[in-house]
């Protein structure tokens, strides 16, 4: 680029000079036109010349001031994306609760528009996390993924945002702010019932079931009530707002307390799927166990090979401890067994359904809770033996047998999938990136798996959806594990006089002081996107209440 303006210059040079030089040999013919001409040849040198360069400048511009833009490097663009998918993430888990507080009040066909733009922002998010997984498993084109994901996420913010004023306009909070205080009263009412129920439940699983059993919800009750204390402190403040006629102070208190009214819905409904789920795998163990003697009679019948031999003595183990026999513990199979089931802390005594649904009493040291059965475990290590026999011996699943494993396979995935959503909805003010990724391929795996019961054509087979329940599970359950681990760094958001820690935890309050006295004025999460979530600003409305606000 630098060679032509050189060049040409060299070329003007020869065509003055030369021009000089012709009019020198010619002076009394031409002289009185020698100086006019070279004239206008270096102004028509001059104008090609620039009339060049501006052409130049022209194509090679990449932004309207000529500026090549900086690029973002890598580190940075995956700290954003990460950064984006938790925003956006938490963006669609509230508008998601706060639209069915929405539909029962207004009804279905008031919020389909805010249903469909939620539904498309949730569409983005998956597509997101599902580009963020294969990153994770180590496919290449790291920034061009990483670009998509800000891409689609930042396409999902926009679509709340856009939606949030209109979805104002229709719940129109401000106008009614008195109702929809008494519905949540109501609804919170509802709530404290179901809770105290889920004290006796919660006791019945642990008189009947091993404590490993029970470790997934161990701590719902105790949150639940959190949730329903501050709603409870929440309302009380939004109808003494009312009162006084600060409306918009009334309508942060109300959304504050509808969110943590939901959340300790969510938490009690929890136990009472852990509880049925339970229930349903006691009862169908007997026949998973049947159905693997049979499977390893099979296996025993075939040409013996090392691999074969090694699953069979597995799988024989493992049916022997789930049976009581004495001293039997099964191998460790693909995961550690140890420390929930013992020969006596696991046992299935050979007398039929009624032993497997009622559970019986530890009888030794081994025990590791009242109970001894942990009958959703039993039937995830059945399937993790099962799933061993036919690679051993280089079968397909297939026909009635197939879908009655799938079906128990669905059911360990489910529990787990629930288990970790409830977690990561609950505290997800302190849960990052990678348990969310887990989580949302463990849903999209539960999802495809669920698809082999339906008579579409895209249903996968028998095999491909056993699979994808055990890999549902095991995301599930890798999901829960990372979210409680992000828990532990977070911290406690509990400090002296700090009533609202665990709305924070929960992400129900935005940005809230974490101890009395720190900066900080956003209040509760509001449907819509990063731009408008945080609209209802709380001031020192959630910082430790007045004495004249106390209940």
């Keep these: 680029m630098r060679r032509a303006p050189v060049a040409f210059g060299v070329v003007l040079s020869a065509v003055v000079v030369g021009a000089a ?199 719902h009750q105790d949150v639940a009530k959190d949730r329903l204390a501050f709603a409870a402190s929440c309302l009380h403040r939004g109808h003494r707002a009312v009162e006084r006629g600060e409306t918009g102070d009334a309508t942060a208190l109300l ?86 089931e013992t020969a006596a802390g696991g046992r299935l005594r050979a007398q039929g359904p009624g032993a497997a649904a009622g559970g019986r009493k530890a009888e030794g040291p081994g025990a590791v809770g009242r109970g001894v059965l942990d009958p959703v475990r039993a039937l995830r290590r059945i399937e993790e033996v099962t799933a061993g026999l036919d690679r051993a011996s280089h079968r397909r699943p297939e026909g009635a047998s197939a879908l009655d494993r799938l079906d128990r396979a669905l059911l360990v995935a489910r529990g787990s999938v629930g288990a970790a959503a409830d977690y990561v909805t609950t505290h997800r003010g302190a849960v990052g990136c990678e348990a969310r990724t887990r989580l949302a391929e463990a849903e999209r795996r539960l999802r495809s798996a669920e698809r082999a019961g339906t008579p579409v054509s895209a249903a996968p087979a028998p095999a491909a959806a056993l699979c994808d329940a055990r890999e549902a599970d095991a995301f ?28 924070v935890l929960g992400g129900i309050l935005l940005d809230a002081p974490r101890r009395p006295g720190a900066p900080g004025d956003s209040g509760p999460a509001s449907y819509g996107g990063p731009g408008t979530r945080a609209r209802r600003g709380g001031g020192d409305l959630f910082r430790r209440p007045k004495a004249d606000d106390r209940i």
């Design 476 to 503: 599930g359950r890798q999901a829960r594990q990372l979210a409680e681990r992000d828990v532990r760094t977070y911290g406690t958001p509990y400090g002296e006089g700090l009533w609202t820690g665990g709305a």
């Design 21 to 219: 030089a012709g009019a020198g040999r010619d002076r009394a013919a031409t002289g009185d036109l020698a100086l006019p001409l070279i004239a206008a040849v270096a102004a028509v040198a001059v104008a090609v010349y620039t009339s060049v360069r501006r052409r130049r400048r022209t194509r090679t511009r990449t932004t309207p001031g000529g500026r090549v833009p900086t690029v973002v490097p890598l580190d940075e663009l995956d700290r954003r994306a990460r950064r984006l998918l938790v925003e956006t993430d938490d963006c669609v888990r509230t508008s998601r609760e706060e639209l069915r507080w929405a539909a029962a009040q207004l009804g279905d066909e008031a919020i389909r528009g805010h249903e469909q733009a939620l539904q498309d922002a949730a569409s983005e998010l998956a597509a997101s996390f599902g580009i963020r997984q294969r990153l994770d498993d180590g496919e290449g084109g790291a920034r061009a993924l990483l670009e998509q994901i800000v891409a689609r996420c930042k396409a999902a913010g926009r679509r709340l945002d856009a939606q949030a004023p209109g979805f104002d306009r229709t719940r129109a909070l401000e106008r009614t702010a008195r109702e929809a205080l008494e519905r949540a009263e109501a609804q919170a009412r509802e709530s404290v019932a179901r809770a105290a129920e889920t004290d006796d439940t919660l006791a019945g699983l642990r008189e009947r079931y091993a404590l490993s059993a029970c470790l997934p919800v161990a701590a």
């Design 255 to 340: 959304r504050a307390a509808e969110a943590a009214v939901g959340q300790a819905d969510l938490l009690t409904a929890g136990v009472a799927r852990l509880a049925a789920a339970l229930t349903k795998a006691a009862h169908v163990l007997p026949a998973a166990l049947t159905a693997t003697e049979t499977d390893l009679a099979q296996a025993a019948a075939e040409p013996a090979r090392t691999d074969l031999r090694t699953r069979t003595a597995q799988g024989r183990a493992l049916v022997a401890e789930l049976r009581g026999e004495p001293g039997a513990k099964a191998p460790a199979d693909g995961e550690d067994t140890s420390g929930d």
